[in-house]
Every structure is written in C-alpha cells, then in structure tokens.
C-alpha cells in the first residue's frame, strides 16, 4: 500500500503550507503529555481538530467561519463544566486550555495570530508540570522548546529557508547558549518555600499510600505497586533486611474485622512522653531518609528512632512510638534519623495501662477463642508466643497476595478454613490470639526491607514492601516485635516480597522475571541505573529548598575563599581564555599566506612593498629588478594571479588556485 503523503511531497510544500504544518507538529508534541489525564472526548476534540487543520493546510481550502468555530467552543466549554462541575482548578484549566489552543489553529488570520498560537504553546508546555516532573518528562519539554523556537524562527525568514534539519541544528545551538545561564538562575536564583507547580485543591488530588486503618486485602492492595515511598541513604554499613522495620501506623482498636487507631493524645515531639522509658544498646544508625510525597502524614522511621525533620507546623508524636506531622505533606520531605536497632522501652507499664490492648469484640471468633485458651501457657507468655508461631510453622498455612474471601468471623475463616493470606492475615490472627490469652498485644503497619541500589547506594522503599506485624508487651522486656509472617514465609523478610511468592510471569516470561529478580543481571543494572538517575534528579533538582539552596551556596563561597578555590577558579578562568583563543584563531587563506610569502621575500631582497600599494603597482615597480626573465614572468605571473584572486569575482576563485600561486613562489625561490 502506497503511503498517502510522499517524502518529496513534503520537500517540495509551499512555504506557508510547510511552516503551518511545522507549527501543528509543535502543537502537537506540546499537547501529547496530556492526552493521559484529559477526559477522552476531550482527546478525540483535540486530535480532530489538529488533523481537520492539517488537512486544509494540505488541500489549500479555506478556514471555516466564525460562525461555526463560535458554537463549537462554547459547546466545548461546556463539556468542560460537565466533566469537572467547575471551569476553575487544574485540571479544568488545562482542558480548556488544549481546547483553545487546538480552536486557535483553526482561527489564524493574521501573522500575529501565528505567535499567539505559539507563546499559548508555551503556556501549555508550563503545565505540564502540573503532573509530572520527572526527568523524562523534562527531557521531552527541553525537545518541545527546540521544536517550538525552531518554529517561531521559522517565521522570521524572509529569503530562502534552510532545511529543517539545519534549522532544528541551530536551535539546538542556542538552547545549548542558554543553559548555563538557567543553570546559573537554578542555583541562585531565591527560592520558595513549598511545591513552585502545586496548586490548591485538585493539584493535591490522586495520592496514594498507607491507610490508618486495616481489614483483609487492604496491606495485599499495597504490594501490588511499585510506586516509591522513601528512600534511604545509610553512613556506614546498613542492617540486614530482617532489621529493616519501619515503623508508621500503629493500630490497637479492633471491631471483628477492621482494626485502627485508638484515640491517644499526641505530643509534641521533642517533649517528654508519658512513661516513654527507653533503653538502648549498641551503637546508633545514622541515616537520611527523603520520603516521597503522598498527601499523608506519617512518617516512617526504623525502631527506634530519633529524627531531625522540618516539616510545615512540625511534627507530633504517641506514646506508641508514631511520628506525625500535624499536616499532610504534600512536598518530598527529607530527613536525618538516628536509629537503635537493639531497644527496650515501656517495660514496666502499670496494669491499668493494658486495657487497651487486650480488649477484643463481643461474638467474634469464637473458634480462635478456644483455640487460645487451648495454647495458653499461664505464667509464660514466651511460650505461648512459640506455641502460635509453631502452629504456623507446622500447619499448611499459605502465603499469598491472593487469599479467599472471608466471612463475619474473619480470624476464624483465616485460623480454620482458607489458611491462606497476606502478612495482614497473619498479624490480625497473631494478635488477637495473644489477647485471647491475656498477652497485650497490637498491630503495626510500615514497611519492611527494601531494595538496595549499587549504583547510589540508597535503599529504596516501595508500596510492594508494605508489611504488617505484631508488638507484645512481655514483663521486663516491654514491647517486643513478633512478625508471624516470618514463621510462614521467612523469604518475605530475610529477602523480598519476590522472593517469598511463586514466580508466575504472564505470557511465557519467566526468564525476564528471572533477570529482574537477579541483582546482577544487565536487566537489574540497567534498572538500578535508571533508578539512581532519578533519584539524584529528585535530590539536586526538585528538592532543591531554599534550606538546600542556602546551604550549597554557603559552601560554595567557603570553596572559592580559601586558596584551594581561588586556584581552582583560576585554573578555570585560565581554561576559558584558552580555548575562547583557540576557537578566535583563524584557519589562514592560503592565498593570503602566499601573497605575504612573496612580499617577506621581495623584502628580503630590498624591494619592501609599500603600505599604499596593491600587486599592480607593486609588479610595474618590480619590473626593474635585475632577474631572469624567467623568474620575472613568474613574478609577473604570481601578481596577476593574485590580483584575479583578491579583487576578482568569486567564480575567479578555485582551490586549485593556491596550489598555483606556491608553484610559481617556488619558481621565484630556487
């Protein structure tokens, strides 16, 4: 099938046509980052008028009327309303927005008509951030900007138009010109506190993480993303996986199937807890933690830590050993921690205090009741403890992030029937076992592990590391974690959550499932690669504060005061003036180095060339020198040349021509 537009169609294009054409392209590339978000009509809106424009570019008709073009946006507009029920936001300007821009195509009178439909495409170009400011999507921005000034260029010949290639080259050009000086107002250039591109309302929407709440399913519902949460950067040797517990939500209050947050009073954090009385051993963990942002408020650390944060309204604390902020955050937030894997607190609670962990529903789970006056063990709850996470061990109890549905007496179902579940299932069973029994106990949400990257050394956190376990409290001891998933799927802990599921890759890809699980295969490099690009673009650019921002400045100055720096920048300056030399020097005419050839010989032989005297006078004076005649034809020769060469026109001069000024210079020489 012969394709419907030629190659050589398009090169030979009038130069209206060709630039329209050039423009829609533009329009297009700008508008293509939204076709993901936009509602779908508004999609097809779009894309049928660019193509509905092309085609009349291409067919040489005329616009279509005002009259027309005028219901049709008003109509669109109200599609608009219709799907966000306000004209005003985000995402109901962006649509508008396209809308127009895609209507205004259809509008172009008059040249100036050309650089509105252009300066709107950089407008749109600008919100595209509004969803994404990954460094993909800031790669193909920067190729928007060439092709949108490649454009705007374009209409600025008046003559012959280059090729579209060269004028795509020297648009590069002058971006590349630029850079340094965006570079420069980057890093100097003040900075604001919070998100430059986050909007009220709707620019907060779409967020995703933990919840303060867990039923069946709602942990398992987590694993399923790969989307970041945090990252890690340790000082010294990290912990082994089985140690990286990090804690977020802890969850005391259950009802029969869902549990949650009990009502406890928070404090701020820096302030003495109520009875917090902690011991440590070993030696601290220090380490940065840059949590992503989610629209949450908690912040997850290992246990036990103390963490230098700065979040808007600061942070609050339980004595449950959760951090808060006092508000979502809405903005990637780091900070510094220091952690003590090996810890005991609150190990000499008053029996008041205990009430709330062991309080269980009335007519729930009547069958796990029995079976926990069954493992009971009065006087030893350690044992006890084992008892349960034997039967774990030695029943055919299943890890799966698929588990059957389960009724009103969930734990039993679990305990009974499917012995099937999520680490949710295990730890919802676990502990109401141990309150069954007399043993305070609670559930904790946070994640567990992480997947170290070789390349920046960071350990990254994902939603698919979303884990929940158990907190005991023992006499003497305090609370102590319990993870029953460990009893049942020991993978899961000492290594991944990959590790510890069947590896049934869709379509037959087994071995790419293999390769990625593999950390030394090319797959797994080039994934920690593209990880770590990421990551250093989320450190140095898109965090870059105004608390960063004063801080590498500050440093900075400190570099180029003291000796070290001034050497350094000088030896830069010096580097500078040497190749701006380099490039200023000249390649030199060979007909030019010829001619001065001859005059540094005539001048040698006393004949000097005056400075008011060009090669004929200069050849008329020479004819009264004592030569050959010979070598005064060759001279004679040389000065003609030379005279077509310098003053002639340009078809006069040829390559070739040089090699024969030298052979008749040789001439004169020997």
Same mark, same amino acid.
């Given at each position: 099938?012969?394709?419907?537009?030629?190659?050589?169609?398009?090169?030979?294009?009038?130069?209206?046509?060709?630039?329209?054409?050039?423009?829609?392209?533009?329009?297009?590339?700008?508008?293509?980052?939204?076709?993901?978000?936009?509602?779908?009509?508004?999609?097809?809106?779009?894309?049928?008028?660019?193509?509905?424009?092309?085609?009349?570019?291409?067919?040489?008709?005329?616009?279509?009327?005002?009259?027309?073009?005028?219901?049709?946006?008003?109509?669109?507009?109200?599609?608009?309303?219709?799907?966000?029920?306000?004209?005003?936001?985000?995402?109901?300007?962006?649509?508008?927005?396209?809308?127009?821009?895609?209507?205004?195509?259809?509008?172009?009178?008059?040249?100036?008509?050309?650089?509105?439909?252009?300066?709107?495409?950089?407008?749109?170009?600008?919100?595209?951030?509004?969803?994404?400011?990954?460094?993909?999507?800031?790669?193909?921005?920067?190729?928007?900007?060439?092709?949108?000034?490649?454009? @705007?260029?374009?209409?600025?010949?008046?003559?012959?138009?280059?090729?579209?290639?060269?004028?795509?080259?020297?648009?590069?050009?002058?971006?590349?010109?630029?850079?340094?000086?965006?570079?420069?107002?980057?890093?100097?250039?003040?900075?604001?506190?919070?998100?430059?591109?986050?909007?009220?309302?709707?620019?907060?929407?779409?967020?995703?993480?933990?919840?303060?709440?867990?039923?069946?399913?709602?942990?398992?519902?987590?694993?399923?993303?790969?989307?970041?949460?945090?990252?890690?950067?340790?000082?010294?040797?990290?912990?082994?996986?089985?140690?990286?517990?990090?804690?977020?939500?802890?969850?005391?209050?259950?009802?029969?199937?869902?549990?949650?947050?009990?009502?406890?009073?928070?404090?701020?954090?820096?302030?003495?807890?109520?009875?917090?009385?902690?011991?440590?051993?070993?030696?601290?963990?220090?380490?940065?933690?840059?949590?992503?942002?989610?629209?949450?408020?908690?912040?997850?650390?290992?246990?036990?830590?103390?963490?230098?944060?700065?979040?808007?309204?600061?942070?609050?604390?339980?004595?449950?050993?959760?951090?808060?902020?006092?508000?979502?955050?809405?903005?990637?937030?780091?900070?510094?921690?220091?952690?003590?894997?090996?810890?005991?607190?609150?190990?000499?609670?008053?029996?008041?205090?205990?009430?709330?962990?062991?309080?269980?529903?009335?007519?729930?789970?009547?069958?796990?009741?029995?079976?926990?006056?069954?493992?009971?063990?009065?006087?030893?709850?350690?044992?006890?403890?084992?008892?349960?996470?034997?039967?774990?061990?030695?029943?055919?109890?299943?890890?799966?992030?698929?588990?059957?549905?389960?009724?009103?007496?969930?734990?039993?179902?679990?305990?009974?029937?499917?012995?099937?579940?999520?680490?949710?299932?295990?730890?919802?069973?676990?502990?109401?076992?141990?309150?069954?029994?007399?043993?305070?106990?609670?559930?904790?949400?946070?994640?567990?592990?992480?997947?170290?990257?070789?390349?920046?050394?960071?350990?990254?956190?994902?939603?698919?590391?979303?884990?929940?376990?158990?907190?005991?409290?023992?006499?003497?001891?305090?609370?102590?974690?319990?993870?029953?998933?460990?009893?049942?799927?020991?993978?899961?802990?000492?290594?991944?959550?990959?590790?510890?599921?069947?590896?049934?890759?869709?379509?037959?890809?087994?071995?790419?499932?293999?390769?990625?699980?593999?950390?030394?295969?090319?797959?797994?490099?080039?994934?920690?690669?593209?990880?770590?690009?990421?990551?250093?673009?989320?450190?140095?650019?898109?965090?870059?504060?105004?608390?960063?921002?004063?801080?590498?400045?500050?440093?900075?100055?400190?570099?180029?005061?003291?000796?070290?720096?001034?050497?350094?920048?000088?030896?830069?300056?010096?580097?500078?003036?040497?190749?701006?030399?380099?490039?200023?020097?000249?390649?030199?005419?060979?007909?030019?180095?010829?001619?001065?050839?001859?005059?540094?010989?005539?001048?040698?032989?006393?004949?000097?060339?005056? @400075?008011?005297?060009?090669?004929?006078?200069?050849?008329?004076?020479?004819?009264?020198?004592?030569?050959?005649?010979?070598?005064?034809?060759?001279?004679?020769?040389?000065?003609?040349?030379?005279?077509?060469?310098?003053?002639?026109?340009?078809?006069?001069?040829?390559?070739?021509?040089?090699?024969?000024?030298?052979?008749?210079?040789?001439?004169?020489?020997?």
């Amino acid at each position: 099938m012969k394709p419907a537009i030629k190659p050589k169609q398009l090169r030979e294009l009038p130069r209206d046509k060709a630039d329209t054409l050039l423009l829609l392209a533009a329009a297009l590339l700008v508008l293509a980052p939204h076709m993901g978000h936009l509602p779908l009509w508004t999609t097809a809106v779009v894309l049928g008028t660019l193509a509905w424009r092309a085609a009349i570019t291409w067919r040489g008709k005329r616009m279509p009327p005002l009259w027309l073009l005028l219901p049709v946006s008003v109509a669109a507009m109200a599609g608009v309303y219709a799907s966000y029920r306000t004209l005003l936001g985000r995402d109901a300007g962006v649509a508008m927005l396209a809308l127009l821009l895609a209507f205004k195509l259809l509008e172009m009178h008059a040249r100036r008509d050309l650089f509105v439909v252009i300066f709107l495409s950089f407008f749109m170009l600008l919100t595209t951030f509004f969803y994404t400011q990954a460094i993909w999507m800031a790669i193909l921005m920067a190729g928007s900007v060439v092709v949108l000034l490649t454009t @705007l260029m374009t209409f600025q010949y008046t003559g012959a138009v280059p090729p579209l290639r060269r004028r795509l080259r020297d648009t590069g050009r002058i971006f590349m010109i630029a850079s340094p000086l965006a570079v420069f107002l980057f890093i100097a250039f003040p900075r604001f506190q919070g998100p430059l591109w986050g909007l009220p309302g709707d620019a907060r929407s779409g967020k995703s993480g933990m919840s303060d709440t867990m039923s069946p399913g709602s942990v398992a519902s987590l694993a399923l993303s790969e989307e970041v949460v945090f990252r890690v950067r340790f000082f010294g040797p990290p912990p082994p996986q089985s140690k990286l517990y990090w804690r977020g939500i802890v969850l005391s209050d259950f009802d029969g199937k869902t549990w949650t947050r009990s009502s406890r009073p928070l404090y701020a954090y820096g302030e003495n807890l109520q009875d917090l009385t902690i011991t440590v051993q070993g030696e601290p963990l220090r380490h940065d933690i840059t949590l992503e942002p989610a629209g949450k408020r908690w912040l997850f650390s290992l246990e036990l830590t103390a963490p230098d944060v700065h979040v808007p309204g600061g942070i609050v604390a339980s004595d449950e050993l959760e951090l808060t902020a006092r508000s979502p955050m809405y903005e990637r937030v780091r900070y510094s921690a220091t952690a003590w894997v090996n810890h005991q607190w609150q190990a000499s609670l008053p029996p008041e205090r205990m009430a709330r962990w062991l309080r269980l529903p009335q007519d729930y789970n009547p069958r796990t009741l029995e079976l926990a006056q069954a493992l009971r063990r009065p006087g030893d709850p350690a044992a006890a403890i084992d008892a349960v996470l034997a039967m774990f061990r030695r029943e055919p109890f299943r890890y799966t992030l698929e588990p059957p549905p389960l009724g009103r007496h969930t734990v039993d179902d679990f305990l009974f029937t499917t012995r099937a579940g999520f680490c949710e299932h295990y730890a919802a069973a676990f502990t109401v076992l141990m309150r069954a029994m007399g043993i305070p106990a609670r559930v904790v949400n946070g994640y567990q592990g992480g997947e170290m990257n070789p390349v920046d050394g960071y350990l990254t956190v994902r939603q698919s590391d979303a884990h929940a376990w158990a907190e005991v409290w023992l006499p003497q001891r305090g609370w102590v974690r319990i993870d029953p998933t460990a009893a049942v799927a020991p993978e899961r802990v000492e290594h991944n959550l990959a590790r510890s599921l069947p590896q049934n890759a869709p379509f037959g890809l087994d071995g790419l499932a293999g390769l990625r699980n593999n950390p030394d295969s090319w797959l797994s490099q080039l994934r920690f690669s593209i990880n770590a690009l990421n990551n250093a673009w989320n450190q140095w650019v898109l965090d870059y504060n105004p608390d960063r921002q004063r801080s590498f400045l500050e440093e900075l100055s400190f570099g180029l005061f003291n000796w070290r720096g001034a050497a350094g920048v000088a030896a830069i300056a010096a580097l500078v003036l040497l190749m701006r030399n380099l490039r200023r020097r000249v390649v030199p005419d060979p007909v030019e180095a010829a001619y001065a050839a001859f005059c540094r010989m005539m001048a040698r032989k006393g004949w000097e060339r005056r @400075l008011d005297e060009g090669p004929h006078s200069y050849a008329l004076r020479l004819q009264d020198l004592e030569l050959p005649e010979t070598k005064k034809a060759a001279m004679r020769n040389f000065l003609e040349l030379y005279g077509k060469l310098k003053y002639g026109p340009p078809d006069v001069k040829h390559p070739a021509s040089a090699d024969r000024l030298n052979a008749l210079l040789n001439e004169l020489k020997n």
